[in-house]
């Protein structure tokens, strides 16, 4: 369990409470936007983790940022053998277990992390953004980034960016 302490520098004089709090949360803003991008822009490969149908899934990600569009290969790492390659023209499939090989148009999908909205300030009524401290994940050195609702029924996040590049590490 990682403990997250919050950065707010408290510029002096009336009103530093509020400057500051505004100020980390256009910076919170600004190391989102650039994590919205990165991960459709960079070239990275690495492992994540997911929870389907009540079970942890493992896949390497390979991925590549190209002049014709994004190239992606997924190699399932947990359960059956499966490898997805997609592209901006097809997704191709490969299961091992069933010898098959399934070749398909790819279909418009969403930026994975999903896309955030333009204006982050249009959630304010709803939710606040802090930046948090630094550590380290996967071995890089990471900016933690806080998303937490002002409602008691919303969910909250935590995030860990990559410090030089914005990519989402955890």
């Not at 910076?27 to 997911?50: I, K």
């Not at 304010?124 to 002002?150: C, K, M, T």
């Amino acid at each position: 369990v990682l403990e997250l302490r919050e950065l707010v520098l408290r510029p002096g004089g009336l009103g530093g409470a509020a400057l500051a709090q505004e100020d980390a949360q256009q910076n919170a803003h600004e190391w989102l936007r650039q994590m919205s991008t990165a991960s459709q822009t960079l070239n990275y490969r690495g492992t994540f983790v997911y929870l389907h149908q009540g079970r942890l899934e493992a896949m390497r990600i390979i991925h590549r940022a190209a002049e014709g569009g994004e190239q992606e290969r997924l190699v399932a790492l947990t359960g059956e053998a499966r490898e997805v390659i997609r592209d901006k023209e097809r997704v191709t499939c490969i299961l091992p277990k069933s010898k098959a090989v399934m070749v398909d148009r790819t279909l418009p999908r969403k930026p994975f992390p999903a896309d955030l909205p333009r204006n982050l300030g249009d959630l304010a009524d709803n939710y606040e953004f802090l930046v948090q401290g630094e550590d380290r994940v996967s071995g890089l050195p990471a900016r933690g980034i806080l998303i937490r609702p002002r409602a008691t029924f919303r969910y909250g996040y935590r995030l860990w960016l990559d410090r030089d590049n914005g990519l989402l590490l955890k």
